[in-house]
């Protein structure tokens, strides 16, 4: 047996939450449509070691040869093709790694989130969902660990994301936490799951996306459905409060992600013999990269799914809707973010009216 600690060497230092617990005592369904996703999400729970094959070897080399959604295809530059195949195996398998390993840690924070979730807010049938979400994102942190561990190891969580977390954990506003995991962390997720399950070639990784996206599908909806009951109850203070947050939470992502995304991605880099100035000197070719990225696809995922999800919650203002278009110019041009917030937001996509639908590419 092995030796048990309270305390143990790989845990972080707590730190205090400051979440409401409100009991209801109303026990019949107010909400309908969350009460219908709490009776879907019971009814679609799925095992790990029943559901998905562990005993499958990773096809290192299909992971090699499918994009795996990086903002520049490094695959296409005249340095990646000289490389190796060896090294080209081995550079894939540890920067899909790391990139899974912030889903992984992103899972946690959600499995956080979900339980306080069950305490938080005030309605029946919300606290019955959160409680279904608690299970599904522990299941999600059992099979990315799993997974990665099967791949290369567990890389630490990214300054931004974890800032992103502890935000949506620390705030005492269950809507914040609703909108900062539901809505923008989520909503990242889904559409990341998406662009990677339609272009790996790696069974079992494409079997474990597959179930863990039907997860996430309901927990986008959840908070969709509550949040766009519950902004219209708000006063304009409030309101604008909740947009701001969201706002943080999707700047935080776009404006720093990248600077700390690239230095981790030296490491790996170099872990395995690549030099990063020969890569980068490579990425001159990066004008026909950029065209090939933008052609077919219009927008990325905050302007293809966070920013319309947050416009059908009504939360997207005219002054906020300003100072999305402003970051994201800033970050990729008129191009992506067109002229105008006015051509900009005219242009964004709806969110799909069926997201398990449009996450399996059976829809738009």
């Not at 179930?211 to 949040?227: P, T």
């Not at 070719?285 to 219009?298: F, I, K, S, V």
């Amino acid at each position: 047996m092995k030796e048990f600690n309270l305390n143990t060497p790989t845990q972080d230092a707590g730190y205090k939450t400051a979440t409401q617990v409100v009991f209801q005592w109303n026990y019949d369904p107010e909400v309908e449509e969350l009460r219908n996703l709490y009776v879907k999400a019971a009814e679609s729970q799925w095992v790990s070691e029943r559901d998905l094959d562990w005993s499958a070897a990773i096809d290192v080399e299909k992971f090699a040869t499918s994009p795996l959604g990086n903002p520049v295809r490094l695959d296409k530059t005249a340095y990646w093709k000289s490389l190796p195949k060896e090294t080209v195996i081995e550079l894939t398998r540890r920067t899909v790694a790391f990139r899974l390993s912030q889903f992984l840690h992103g899972e946690q924070g959600a499995l956080m989130v979900a339980g306080q979730l069950v305490n938080a807010v005030p309605h029946t049938d919300a606290k019955f969902y959160a409680a279904t979400q608690t299970m599904d994102e522990a299941r999600h942190v059992e099979v990315f660990s799993k997974y990665i561990r099967k791949l290369d190891e567990v890389r630490p969580i990214g300054p931004v994301l974890k800032g992103i977390l502890d935000e949506t954990l620390e705030t005492g506003d269950w809507m914040k936490k609703l909108v900062g995991m539901q809505i923008v962390v989520e909503g990242l997720s889904l559409y990341a799951f998406r662009e990677m399950r339609a272009m790996t070639d790696e069974p079992l990784f494409k079997q474990l996306l597959t179930y863990v996206a039907k997860d996430e599908s309901r927990h986008h909806a959840y908070g969709v459905q509550y949040i766009e009951r519950c902004v219209p109850c708000l006063s304009d203070n409030d309101r604008i409060e909740l947009e701001d947050f969201a706002l943080e939470c999707a700047r935080s992502l776009i404006d720093r992600n990248s600077l700390g995304f690239l230095t981790a991605l030296f490491q790996i880099w170099q872990e395995v013999g690549v030099d990063p100035v020969a890569m980068l000197s490579s990425l001159q070719e990066r004008a026909e990269l950029m065209r090939e990225l933008t052609h077919g696809r219009r927008f990325g995922p905050v302007q293809g799914f966070v920013i319309p999800t947050l416009r059908r919650c009504g939360l997207m203002s005219e002054r906020v809707a300003k100072h999305f278009h402003d970051f994201l110019q800033q970050n990729f041009g008129k191009r992506i973010a067109r002229a105008n917030v006015e051509e900009f937001m005219q242009c964004l996509p709806d969110l799909p009216a069926d997201t398990v639908q449009w996450m399996f590419g059976e829809t738009e």
